[in-house]
């Protein structure tokens, strides 16, 4: 991810001679990338700490929790709302209130907010509606965060501080990589259904309220019901 950010940076810079030494000169690049390492780290590390308690409210956690945590684990139910029968909701994943409350409060709560600052970065996958969307990565990152601190729960006891500051990216790959996936198939299903999608997010979490969402294994699709999507 840090090599990534790098090369896009010098690109979208005109750094020719950065990048071409960054694809050259590996003992270069390792160094460089450890300043861009650094600060994502502390970035994940921070929205953790951000989410947990947003978390532990959303689901009621407390002590005794551990079968109520396994249940949100599985198939990732804990990225769909639910209606009032507590029914999952499929076609609106990612639409939890919890995951719209970490994303707003952790990248658009303010002028200064990451969200905020990069508005012009937030584009449409779609030529003809220039409405912006939520980026995979960005609703990947949280989930992943929302599936750590749900981990953090699943003995039953609450978390000691240390776990409740630390997040290990390495260990959460494969959630982040399933999320991704999840989203990846949405898109494949339908453009217009994606875009609704994370048109619908960018929306909720631009706002101080998320009224537009309803209260409420490494694979989603359990849950998941793409022909159910809105494509509006």
Same mark, same amino acid.
């Given at each position: 991810m840090a090599m990534r950010a790098l090369?896009?940076?010098?690109?979208?810079h005109k750094e020719r001679a950065i990048l071409k030494r960054l694809k050259n000169d590996i003992d270069y690049a390792a160094a460089l990338a450890s300043?861009?390492?650094?600060?994502?780290?502390?970035?994940?590390? +921070? $929205?953790?700490?951000?989410? @947990?308690?947003?978390? !532990? &409210?959303?689901?009621?956690?407390?002590?005794?929790?551990?079968d109520q945590v396994e249940e949100l684990l599985k198939s990732h139910k804990y990225i769909f709302p639910t209606d009032s029968n507590g029914k999952v909701l499929g076609d609106q994943p990612f639409c939890d209130e919890g995951i719209v409350d970490i994303l707003h409060q952790s990248m658009f709560d303010g002028?200064? +907010? $990451?969200?905020?600052?990069? @508005?012009?970065?937030? !584009? &449409?996958?779609?030529?003809?509606?220039?409405?912006?969307?939520?980026?995979?990565?960005?609703?990947?990152?949280?989930?992943?965060?929302t599936y750590a601190i749900l981990m953090?729960?699943?003995?039953?006891?609450?978390?000691?501080?240390?776990?409740?500051?630390?997040?290990?990216?390495?260990?959460?790959?494969?959630?982040?990589?399933a999320h991704e996936a999840t989203l990846t198939r949405i898109f494949e299903c339908g453009k217009k259904k994606y875009h609704a999608l994370m048109a619908r997010l960018y929306k909720a979490?631009?706002?101080?309220?998320?009224?537009?969402?309803?209260?409420?294994?490494?694979?989603?699709?359990?849950?998941?019901?793409?022909?159910a999507m809105s494509e509006d």
């Open positions: 090369s896009t940076a010098a690109y979208e300043v861009p390492e650094g600060r994502i780290s502390a970035f994940r590390t +921070s $929205i953790k700490k951000l989410a @947990h308690q947003i978390v !532990v &409210s959303r689901f009621g956690l407390k002590k005794g929790c551990a002028e200064n +907010s $990451i969200g905020v600052r990069s @508005h012009e970065d937030f !584009v &449409s996958v779609l030529d003809d509606n220039d409405e912006p969307e939520l980026p995979v990565a960005m609703v990947a990152l949280v989930a992943t965060i953090d729960w699943r003995s039953g006891n609450p978390p000691s501080s240390s776990q409740v500051k630390s997040f290990n990216a390495t260990l959460h790959i494969s959630v982040y990589k979490v631009s706002v101080s309220q998320n009224m537009l969402l309803p209260a409420g294994s490494l694979s989603n699709f359990d849950y998941l019901n793409v022909d």
